[in-house]
């Protein structure tokens, strides 16, 4: 144990459960925001869709499609 820590002492437990805390706010706080830039995404491909099947350019990928 002594040559992973380069024979430092170990960490306090009030320390590593500091940590730990500090750690968990802010993995909520990136996940939060993932799951926002993931909802946006999800929103961005859907619209895009939408105009493209406005625009045609769906059908004639289908089209295409069917004739090979």
Same mark, same amino acid.
């Given at each position: #144990?002594?040559?992973? /820590? ?6 306090? #437990?009030?320390?590593? +459960? ?6 968990? =706010? ?11 830039? *993931?909802?946006? #995404?999800? *929103? %961005?491909?859907?619209? +895009? %869709? !939408?105009?493209?099947?406005? /625009?045609?350019?769906?059908? =004639?990928? +289908? !089209? +295409?499609? *069917?004739?090979?």
């Amino acid at each position: #144990m002594s040559e992973l /820590l380069g024979g430092a002492k170990l960490p306090k #437990m009030d320390t590593l +459960k500091k940590q730990h805390r500090e750690l968990s =706010e802010k993995k909520k706080a990136l996940y939060a925001e993932y799951r926002k830039a *993931q909802a946006d #995404m999800r *929103q %961005a491909v859907a619209v +895009k %869709a !939408n105009i493209d099947h406005l /625009l045609g350019h769906a059908d =004639e990928q +289908k !089209n +295409k499609a *069917q004739e090979r």
